[in-house]
């Protein structure tokens, strides 16, 4: 994507969001459009396919929060077309007023001549043109070819089951994103043609323009700020060198990874302009909850389980065979243990290298639903017996 794209392009409008929507509105609003015009839900919509390869490039630069500002200075200095809109000279605002007017204007004098220390060590206008071009304001014919550019970073989702994510896995993930077209390598050009040097810009990609008294670059239109044209595009890119293709990609779980947590797949994203690096893709987990067991809030390493037993069982003490996600373990109960005690069982959490969880096992009273006349009739027994041991006294003695 060439800075042209950027003067050109309406990425706000693509998402159907204001140029002051928040990242989550853009985020929510590219889901939506993604959801609806996914190649998998629109087979064979080649104009849906299209949609969606745009609002994934709108999306790229707006949740990248340096490339929405450089986007939005850039549009913001070409609005109306290109140049620097209506103003005496050319410039918004216009100087040709005052003291001075109609001498020659340096715009160094305004943001700071070349050399001379500004606000963040800035040099001068072209520094300025230089933070939304990439550093090539001024650039022409024999410099240095365009600054390359970072793929996008891609986001995706992935649920998976609990054990996998305390004890680690390998998953496959089936993604739909921009990547790096297989038919012409990335190159844009129909395989067996090669892409040439823009005789325009001379393969730099930006052209100088004149504009009242002072010049300024801007990207070449015959090569679109790439710098090359290429004669016969490549009929599965159409030119672009990336095109909205379906891989399986596998996703290593670390052993612990908790629900809503990022695994970062580094060059796994949208590939790079002018031979630079990928973007990354960020899968968010989903884990999906265990019929028994779960994870402690103090340390997600903890491992807990709830087991029921009998008022009997607590009162006397007993041997309790609990299980793993392994295997079962023996867990002794002490005579009056109370509901609601938990017991750790070392190392039977997760399995980290270099250190591992532990298993928390609370034990809870199980109260029937239905008691038949045997069990009732001890049951009231025992209440009788029992009858001169209140165990509310300290709590209302407390109140006096």
Known sequence: MTQRDWIEK???????????????EIKKAYRKLAR???????P???????????????????SDEKKRREYDETRALFAGGGGFGAGAGGFPGGFGTGAGAGQPFDLNDLFGRAGTTTTGGGGGFSDLLGGIFGNRAGAGAGQTAPRSQRGADVESELTIDFVDAVRGAEVQLRLTAPGRCERCGGTGARPGSTPRMCPTCAGVGLVSRSQGAFAFSEP??????TGRIIDDPCPECGGDGVSTRTRTITVRIPAGVADGQQIRLKGQGEPGRGGAPAGDLYVKVHVMPHRVFGRSERNPDDLTLAVPVTFPELAFGTT??????DSTVSLRIPAGTATGRTFRVRGRGVQRKGRSGDLLVTVEVAVPARLDDAAAAALQSYAEATKETDPRADLLGGGR
């Open 10 to 24: 309406d990425f706000y409008r693509e998402l159907g969001v204001s140029s002051g929507a928040s990242a989550d």
């Open 320 to 325: 309790l065979t609990v299980p793993t996600l």
């Open 220 to 225: 070449c239109r015959d090569c679109r700020g």
């Open 36 to 42: 609806e015009l996914h190649p998998d839900a629109n």
């Open 44 to 62: 064979g919509d080649a104009k849906a396919e299209a949609r969606f390869k745009s609002v994934s490039e709108a999306y790229g630069v707006l």
